[in-house]
């Protein structure tokens, strides 16, 4: 079994910061990626931010670019990747969702997903 985690989640004001946390742990073997996914009411949703495994390589959604950093760092358990969230607008508003990508274990191989934690951005 593997877990996916999200905390973090909370209403911040514009321009404010946030940090999400995603814990994945388990009986992985490995994992090429995790990546941040956001849902808005009524929309899509969206690729926020991935960062790869093997070498740290991270990828942004260009609203994102310049104000979210991704992160990860190994832990006794698995895997932690952070999302650091800066100078919030009220268009990030969402739920935002951890996915652990092409997870392999004993038995098999498939993306895991959290389920999400709620980021509001007002006045």
């Known amino acids: 079994q593997v877990q996916v985690v999200e905390s973090g989640g909370g209403v911040v004001q514009p321009g404010g910061l946030l940090r999400l946390s995603c814990s994945v742990s388990?009986?992985?073997?490995?994992?090429?990626?995790v990546a941040w996914w956001r849902q808005a009411p009524g929309k899509q949703r969206e690729l926020v931010a991935r960062?790869?495994?093997?070498?740290?390589?991270?990828?942004?959604a260009p609203s994102v670019t310049g104000r979210f950093t991704i992160a990860r760092e190994n832990t006794q358990a698995g895997v932690s990747v952070s999302l650091q969230m800066k100078s919030l607008e009220p268009e990030d508003t969402a739920v935002y969702y951890c996915?652990?990508?092409?997870?392999?274990?004993?038995?098999?191989?498939?993306?895991?997903w959290g389920r999400g934690t709620q980021v509001t951005v007002s006045t």
């Open positions: 388990g009986s992985l073997v490995t994992m090429n990626a």
């Open positions: 996915n652990a990508q092409s997870v392999r274990t004993l038995f098999a191989q498939k993306d895991y």
């Open positions: 960062i790869t495994m093997m070498a740290n390589t991270t990828t942004y």
